[in-house]
Structure formats: C-alpha cells, structure tokens
C-alpha cells in the first residue's frame, strides 16, 4: 500500500470525520465543554453502541494516528488490524491502538456494547508528577499484544473506571477538575498494566523481523534519548546501516527514526517543565543541550512556544 493510502488521523474531529456520519461535537450531553485560556491536548470519550449508529463503512482503509486509544468491549464482536496484524475481539477484552500505529477497522457486528476513550500524549502528559511514560505501557509497545482479555470482574472494575473518567470529564469546571480526569485516565492505564502484566499467554507474541528492529529502536531510544541524538547511534547498536535502519523506521512508522528521538527529546523536555521546578537552564542542561539558547531554538521549532511560555500557559 503506498503511503498516499494511509489516511493521518490527528485529533478527535479527523478520527469522527473519517469513521462517522454526522458526528455531534461531544459525545456526552452532559458535558460543560469546559475550555481554557490557554490548554494542550484532548480526550474524547464514547459507548461503542453510538459510534456504531454513525459509523461509516471504511473496512480495509488503513490510517495512521496521532493519538492513542483504548476500546473496552463488553458485548459483541469486532474485527480490526493494528500494525501488521489482524484481530477478532469478543466480549470482555481491552485492546489498545498506539500513536503511529498502522490501524484498519474491518468490521464491528450490529450488538457492539462497550467504550471507546481517545486522547494524545499531551493530555496525558498533564496529568501528575514522574508518572510513568506512555510509551512503557507494554500495550502501546510494538513488540507486545495490543489487547488483554478480562474477567467479568476486571470487566466490570474497568467499566466503572470509564464511567467515573466520562463522569469527572463531563462535569468539570475548574483546570483542578480536569487534573482529576487526567488522574482517572491514568488509573485506568496503570490497572490495564497491572491486568496486561498477570497474562502469560503474550510471551509467545511473534513480529516480522523489521517489526522487531522498529520496536527495539524505539527500546532504545527510550533508553539513550539524552546521550545519544543520531540515527547513527541506534544503528551502531543494532548493527545495521543508518540508511537501513531510518528506510525500515520508516516504512513500519510512516516517520523516520530522527522524529523518534526528537519526539522523546520533547516529550521529557514537556514534562520536566510541567512536572518539576527545575529552571529552564537546569533542564537544558540535564537533558544535554550544549546551551540555553539551543534548547529554546530546539523547543521553539517543536511547539511554537519557548519553554517558559509552554511552562507559563500550562501550569496552573
């Protein structure tokens, strides 16, 4: 499939765009909308039994998101390719579509019930304190089963988490509010870790051998992101080319492998302003930068803003 054929999904209105009909502007008619000043991120949630009733027939057409989502399903059956490989999902299952990942709807059956919850790294970056990353939840990993299968307990615990998640969502008013529903988000992650982790069933999950040098690329970066900024640095420990390695990031991605490290680089960058009172000139310097000044050039590029303007409109 060429590259033109993957449709990019970056927030919420393209994924209701792409998949719906008439899409309302929220799900939750409850919801106070509630907007800010000055904000970063999004989270959309919705019963799978609405998002049926407006789904458009887009079986086998790939896209490729800017967000991550979480579908907990409690009846009925769905049919979906994430990355390379396709899945037939039944009652009581979680599965999970990562940022980048190549996904494809195939088909969802008329009694769908359950929950689909969408949100990107920014929202969740806001969330607490040296929180764990969401690119270490094993579900987002490449190399790891996108999906865990439940009990009717864990089906019923995960329900209500959803609903106090919607419930925090629709009724906040207050930026301390909305600190509350990224707290709940991170609940439900982190009990889905916990579930995932008590599955031995996923040790015996095979990729093709460029879907393995992809993933532990990205290992790697997570690991080397501070110290090592080249492309070269990760071919070397995986002993490959350079051209060889950024070409496979590439076709398994849709991005080349700089935009990983610079990604992580921004991402630890965010959350350092956000989560600590370290000056600019500490993170700067803990993060490796030869300078002030090349960090805020760095940063700049990235977001638009400075550091201390990313810091000033979203701390709170």
């Known amino acids: 499939m060429k590259k033109s054929d993957i449709k990019e999904?970056?927030?919420?209105?393209?994924?209701?765009?792409?998949?719906?009909?008439?899409?309302?502007?929220?799900?939750?008619?409850?919801?106070?909308?509630?907007?800010?000043?000055?904000?970063?991120?999004?989270?959309?949630?919705?019963?799978?039994?609405?998002l049926k009733k407006q789904q458009k027939d887009t079986a086998g057409k790939q896209t490729r998101r800017k967000f991550y989502s979480i579908v907990l399903l409690t009846e009925g059956q769905i049919?979906?390719?994430i990355g390379h490989r396709k899945?037939?999902?039944?009652?009581?299952?979680?599965?999970?579509?990562?940022?980048?990942?190549i996904h494809a709807v195939e088909r969802w059956s008329d009694d769908v019930k359950g929950i689909y919850c969408m949100f990107d790294a920014d929202y969740f970056l806001l969330c607490i304190k040296h929180q764990i990353k969401l690119n270490q939840?094993?579900?987002?990993?490449?190399?790891?089963?996108?999906?865990?299968?439940?009990?009717?307990?864990?089906?019923?615990?995960?329900?209500?988490?959803?609903?106090?998640?919607?419930s925090e969502k629709c009724q906040k008013t207050t930026f301390n509010d909305d600190l509350l529903t990224r707290m709940f988000l991170n609940v439900i992650l982190l009990e889905a870790e916990r579930i995932y982790n008590k599955k031995a069933?996923?040790?015996?999950f095979s990729l093709s051998r460029k879907d393995q040098l992809a993933s532990q690329f990205q290992l790697l970066v997570n690991q080397?992101?501070?110290?090592?900024r080249q492309v070269s640095d990760y071919a070397d420990l995986l002993h490959v080319h350079p051209n060889h390695l950024n070409d496979l990031?590439?076709?398994?991605?849709g991005l080349p492998a700089s935009h990983f490290i610079q990604k992580q680089l921004l991402q630890e960058a965010k959350s350092r302003l956000l989560q600590t009172n370290d000056t600019v000139s500490m993170i700067a310097s803990e993060l490796n930068f030869t300078d002030d000044s090349y960090?805020?050039?760095?940063?700049?590029?990235?977001?638009?803003?400075?550091?201390?303007?990313?810091?000033?409109?979203?701390?709170?």
Request: hydrophobic residues 35%; glycine residues 4%; contains cysteine.
């Open 9 to 50: 999904l970056r927030n919420e209105q393209d994924f209701k765009d792409f998949y719906l009909h008439d899409a309302p502007e929220s799900f939750c008619v409850e919801c106070n909308a509630i907007s800010y000043e000055h904000g970063s991120g999004f989270l959309e949630i919705a019963t799978l039994e609405d």
């Open 79 to 81: 049919e979906e390719s």
């Open 87 to 101: 899945y037939k999902f039944g009652p009581q299952t979680m599965y999970f579509v990562g940022e980048n990942q």
């Open 137 to 166: 939840f094993p579900f987002f990993d490449l190399d790891k089963e996108p999906f865990i299968e439940l009990s009717e307990r864990e089906t019923g615990m995960m329900t209500h988490l959803f609903w106090k998640l919607n």
């Open 201 to 204: 069933a996923h040790e015996n």
């Open 224 to 228: 080397y992101f501070i110290e090592k």
């Open 249 to 253: 990031v590439k076709e398994v991605s």
């Open 295 to 316: 960090f805020n050039r760095f940063f700049k590029k990235q977001t638009g803003l400075t550091p201390l303007q990313f810091r000033k409109n979203h701390k709170h």
